[in-house]
């Protein structure tokens, strides 16, 4: 592989930053994020989170009664696969703020047992904040009026919805950890982290997926924020097709807004099973 790359550093050093080649480096940046498998989160089934969540539940095998959370339910695809891998082996709280989505949800997974519905959102804050989407149902529906123009999209439904924070919600609902925490909340997942201070300081939250892209360009929120705040209690990975890709340090070049899922594991779980979790 250093040969390979030292071949094509060589190959391409002759060219670089010349206007002529700039369309073929731009196709070669794009072929590069493809094969980091960013840009390909919005679909569970090719994005690895499959995978992903098979190895969440291999962390957990010697535990029962897991605690999930889906936040940013939708209508609730993402509820039933956690159903469908944890069967009877886990408590899923969903929540989907819209009501008119929320409706689709309870459609799709209201009458399993042991998932509860929650129609609200998680932040920072109990509120009450306006939630924009460009159609009912739709998973682009976000807190934030995205500017979706070079999309030939228009968000042009808006309701008021309740937001809570996530230590508040815990705290009524005598829920004391988390086992796995999914968010997918289009742009307010750092909001919904600073909401779990309490949970996150008190290690209380052992496995976290966020999604990250474009609608972070919308919240002005940048993956620097999320590794300074995780890095010092998970080990932090990029979800692949086949595995996980450890982030080992931060670097300018992970701020790349296209839609891509991260996965933090708890080094607490590592410290415990006194083995390392990153893949082979």
């Keep these: ?136 149902g739709a998973g682009l529906a976000s807190l934030y009026d995205r500017k979706l123009d070079h999309f030939g999209i228009e968000t042009k439904e808006a309701e008021l919805v309740e937001v809570m924070s996530l230590n508040g919600f815990c705290q009524e609902n005598g829920i004391s950890e988390i086992d796995f925490l999914k968010l997918d909340v289009e742009g307010h997942e750092l909001a919904v982290l600073k909401g779990a201070k309490q949970m996150l300081e008190a290690g209380k939250i052992h496995v976290i997926q966020f999604e990250f892209g474009g609608c972070n360009i919308d919240s002005r929120t940048f993956f620097q924020d999320f590794y300074y705040l995780l890095s010092p209690s998970y080990h932090i990975y990029r979800i692949v097709k086949d595995g996980l890709f450890p982030i080992q340090e931060y670097s300018e070049d992970l701020e790349v807004f296209k839609t891509t899922n991260y996965l933090c594991i708890s080094k607490a779980i590592d410290a415990d099973k006194k083995r390392t979790i990153l893949p082979k």
């Design 1 to 136: 592989m250093k040969i390979l790359n030292q071949v094509i550093k060589y190959a391409l050093s002759q060219h670089q930053g010349k206007q002529k080649y700039q369309p073929t480096f731009q196709y070669l940046y794009r072929m590069g994020l493809s094969g980091m498998n960013i840009g390909g989160g919005w679909d569970i089934d090719e994005s690895g989170e499959l995978a992903a969540l098979e190895q969440v539940r291999s962390l957990f095998s010697h535990k029962s009664d897991l605690v999930l959370f889906d936040v940013g339910a939708n209508k609730g695809d993402y509820s039933a696969l956690l159903k469908e891998l944890f069967q009877e082996n886990a408590i899923i709280h969903a929540f989907e703020p819209s009501k008119h989505t929320f409706e689709m949800l309870q459609e799709k997974v209201g009458k399993q047992a042991k998932v509860f519905l929650h129609q609200k959102a998680l932040g920072e804050s109990a509120a009450q904040l306006t939630l924009f989407y460009p159609e009912k």
